[in-house]
């Protein structure tokens, strides 16, 4: 079936604009996850959901960034007032589980902020 | 010093080789050890996960979890060009942050025809 998918692929941003970034998890996988991963490292865990709630949102670098997941389906991770430390690409995964263990992730939105 | 440490390589082998990717970490309530494979400009793909220490095999991949050594690796016998990605390693616990997955930078694979 069909795979987690996100969008845009692409996406620049002058600094200080918003922007908002959209997951669509596989049909039916209850936890979500998003990461962010700046050039040559490792994905850094931001937020995760189960159903709608937001179980842990210890990985946000600061107030400007948000997410959110209403009908337990679709999340979107909005920024706001972007600077240039926020161009990184970020990943979706999704889990028909609780556990990271069992993640499958999109191709990642990759942010640019001029 | 960062939870989980990747050699980042670059690492070069001949096709047909065994490839040996390794991780060391610091946390000792990780208990779930992933292996992701990434290529250029795609999000990671998982491999394979192993929960707490031993060793799993699945085709031409073999993951060991060492927790006494709090040291992990991959292996890749018979190693092909399509091999050629980057390669994660992540870690999570079972407690309440159990969404939440730690990675390494990954190492950087080219396996040449």
């Known amino acids: 079936g069909a795979g987690v998918s996100q969008s845009p692929r692409y996406k620049v941003a002058k600094r200080g604009q918003d922007v908002a970034l959209r997951c669509d998890p596989i049909s039916g996988h209850v936890s979500l996850f998003w990461y962010q991963q700046a050039l040559g490292q490792g994905p850094e865990f931001l937020t995760y959901f189960q159903n709608e709630a937001q179980l842990d949102k210890s990985g946000l670098p600061s107030d400007r960034f948000f997410a959110e997941r209403p009908e337990g389906s679709v999340s979107t991770l909005k920024i706001q007032r972007t600077q240039q430390e926020d161009s990184a690409v970020y990943l979706c995964a999704s889990s028909s589980s609780g556990l990271a263990a069992q993640q499958y992730f999109g191709p990642g939105t990759r942010l640019t902020v001029t | 010093q960062k939870e989980v440490e990747q050699d980042p390589g670059p690492l070069s082998v001949p096709e047909g080789a065994i490839v040996s990717l390794n991780c060391t970490y610091s946390n000792s309530a990780f208990q779930y050890f992933m292996w992701y494979r990434q290529y250029s400009r795609k999000g990671p793909e998982l491999l394979m996960y192993t929960y707490s220490s031993g060793n799993k095999e699945d085709g031409r991949f073999t993951a060991q979890v060492d927790k006494s050594s709090k040291y992990i690796s991959l292996f890749i016998r018979d190693s092909q060009p399509s091999d050629s990605a980057t390669y994660l390693c992540?870690?999570?616990?079972?407690?309440?942050?159990?969404?939440?997955?730690?990675f390494g930078d990954g190492t950087t694979l080219t396996v040449k025809p």
């Open positions: 992540a870690m999570s616990s079972t407690n309440t942050n159990a969404g939440k997955s730690t």
